[in-house]
């Protein structure tokens, strides 16, 4: 098959978090089976001198070959010529946001003529399902960002038929043209990135974006693939960023990345907890805040990497214990490190569509500590509710005193129990987390979009 993947992200290119892995991901996995498959993306500010000049459909590309695919990024500068991918500065967004990516569904549908099926990616793409001549598949990696837009405006832009702004059409949604519902309406099969989570978006308005309806009334159930990771790429006895390598055989390499990575943060020795990500409400690290100091005082440490809009929280911490607490911006090889030389891997998240960090970390020997949800639900196996299969620890309610019991019940097995310990460790080194799996649902869905 000729697949065209389009998405806002793709790794190493342009890339804010856990969706241009997945993009990368997908892409590699899909063409490893043989698939000769494309990548649209916009030609961001970084992107402009990349590969070479193309004129298709109407547009200016800029094609390069990356792997086993081919990346086209749509060279707009009026549009994507600026500072960030998605706005000036992290969690910030342009006002401009729904002509932005209205032109790179309105292009994507175009592209779609030549290929065989159309694999569309969150809100920026979903108006595409409406004009593309072609099979497609719509996967939501997170729904809580839409992206909304003036209704005449959006069908003029993208093609769209009259009767997408219908009332309860495709594309109208409370008198604006939405680009997730026309991505979930307009595909003719809709993914997303894990098992539960697919049943979460039909069942919680609070996830689903308020698409928890119109997702029901769906012919076909959402489908969750869970994503993987590049195990090629992280992989803890071939990378450079660590100071000795280790595997799931011989672990003993790993206390080289815990003694660097308290040296770094300056910290005093202890149950060394670690997180990577945005340091958001969504994440749950405000969970912490109730129960921080009598967790310090009880020997937890915490090396917090990356940004958001808890920083002034997670920076008060840092200052009231800074034997105890590191909060640093984010980095490629630090979040490696983090990975390889925390005794715990913290993700309470309110809700986590897949979350790669716990793959990350597992791969690396980083034990889970997270709350049960999701994508997470789907790959952490609590040792309570599964001990001879577990790979971590989990909790259900979000309060609170429930992530501080789940720290101290980790925290009294690592102390009272090395051989469950070790075990724990071992399995998750162990677990295969490869996208070789996702890319052959993903190719089966592919097919099913063909008999739709």
């Not at 081919?70 to 006002?95: Q, T, W």
């Not at 390598?245 to 206390?255: E, L």
């Not at 990345?257 to 060394?272: K, N, V």
């Amino acid at each position: 098959m000729k697949v065209l993947i389009s998405a806002s992200e793709l790794s190493p290119f342009a890339r804010t978090g856990g969706l241009g892995e997945a993009i990368a991901g997908i892409a590699q996995g899909v063409a490893g089976l043989g698939h000769d498959v494309t990548v649209v993306i916009p030609a961001y500010r970084h992107l402009r001198d990349e590969g070479e000049v193309a004129e298709e459909a109407g547009a200016t590309f800029r094609t390069w070959e990356h792997g086993a695919y081919r990346v086209m990024a749509l060279d707009e500068p009026e549009l994507f010529d600026r500072p960030g991918i998605y706005g000036d500065h992290a969690g910030s967004a342009y006002e401009d946001q729904w002509r932005r990516f209205g032109q790179l569904a309105a292009m994507t549908g175009r592209l779609a003529t030549r290929f065989d099926v159309l694999h569309l990616h969150d809100a920026h793409t979903g108006p595409a399902a409406l004009a593309a001549p072609v099979p497609t598949v719509f996967t939501i990696h997170n729904a809580a960002y839409g992206i909304d837009g003036p209704l005449d405006e959006v069908r003029a832009l993208i093609g769209a038929p009259a009767a997408a702004m219908t009332a309860a059409g495709p594309l109208e949604w409370w008198g604006a043209a939405s680009f997730l519902k026309a991505g979930i309406v307009g595909a003719d099969l809709v993914t997303t990135v894990s098992p539960s989570f697919a049943l979460q978006l039909a069942d919680d308005d609070t996830i689903s974006g308020g698409m928890d309806v119109v997702i029901r009334s769906l012919p076909q159930p959402v489908r969750g693939i869970l994503n993987g990771i590049d195990e090629r790429v992280w992989d803890p006895q071939n990378d450079p960023a660590l100071p000795a390598p280790y595997s799931a055989v011989d672990p003993t390499g790993r206390a080289a990345s815990r003694r660097r990575l308290i040296e770094l943060a300056g910290l005093d020795d202890g149950f060394l907890l670690g997180n990577v990500g945005r340091m958001s409400e969504q994440k749950g690290l405000g969970l912490l805040d109730a129960h921080l100091d009598e967790l310090v005082r009880d020997d937890v440490r915490l090396v917090l990497v990356g940004s958001g809009e808890l920083d002034g929280m997670v920076d008060e911490w840092a200052g009231r214990h800074p034997r105890s607490v590191w909060h640093a911006p984010y980095r490629e090889d630090l979040s490696r490190l983090v990975s390889a030389g925390t005794d715990g891997y913290l993700m309470p998240s309110r809700f986590e569509p897949c979350g790669i960090g716990q793959m990350y970390a597992m791969r690396y020997g980083s034990v889970p500590i997270v709350r049960l949800t999701g994508g997470l639900a789907d790959t952490v196996i609590d040792i309570d509710e599964h001990p001879d299969a577990a790979t971590g620890f989990g909790f259900r309610l979000f309060e609170p005193i429930e992530l501080a019991k789940t720290i101290r019940r980790a925290r009294r097995t690592m102390d009272r129990d090395e051989d469950a310990w070790g075990e724990l460790m071992r399995r998750g080194m162990t677990t295969d987390f490869s996208w070789d799996n996702a890319a052959r649902h993903y190719e089966l869905a592919y097919e099913d979009a063909f008999g739709r």
